[in-house]
Nanobody, 122 residues
């Protein structure tokens, strides 16, 4: 089995910072792209940021460009999301996603974490 576990969410004032972490564990051969998504109440889940397997390529939602930074540590099977200059509209449950190979010749499967709440007060 594979598990993704997020941490680092919480309550912060507008203008503050948080750093989210997501650790993948279990039977893993390799991890391809990893990403962060978020879902606010009454809204659809949206992509926030994504990073390639080697970390050399990243992309961001327009709403977070210049404020959020995604990074990864492949030795630790971990992806991070550094969030600066937070705004009330960033309030949401943040989910980690990873494209994982469990065996060398196995299928690539998308896995999701359980989510971590980020609340930004004005």
């Amino acid at each position: 089995q594979v598990q993704l576990v997020e941490s680092g969410g919480g309550l912060v004032q507008a203008g503050g910072s948080l750093r989210l972490s997501c650790v993948a564990s279990g039977s893993i051969y390799s991890i391809n792209a990893m990403s962060w998504h978020r879902q606010a109440p009454g809204k659809q889940r949206e992509l926030v940021a994504a990073i390639s397997s080697g970390g050399g390529s990243t992309n961001y939602a327009d709403s977070v460009k210049g404020r959020f930074t995604i990074s990864r540590d492949n030795a630790k099977n971990t992806v991070y999301l550094q969030m600066n200059s937070l705004k009330p509209e960033d309030t949401a449950v943040y989910y980690c996603n990873a494209d994982i190979l469990r065996r060398r010749w196995g299928p690539r499967v998308d896995y999701w974490g359980q989510g971590t709440q980020v609340t930004v007060s004005s």
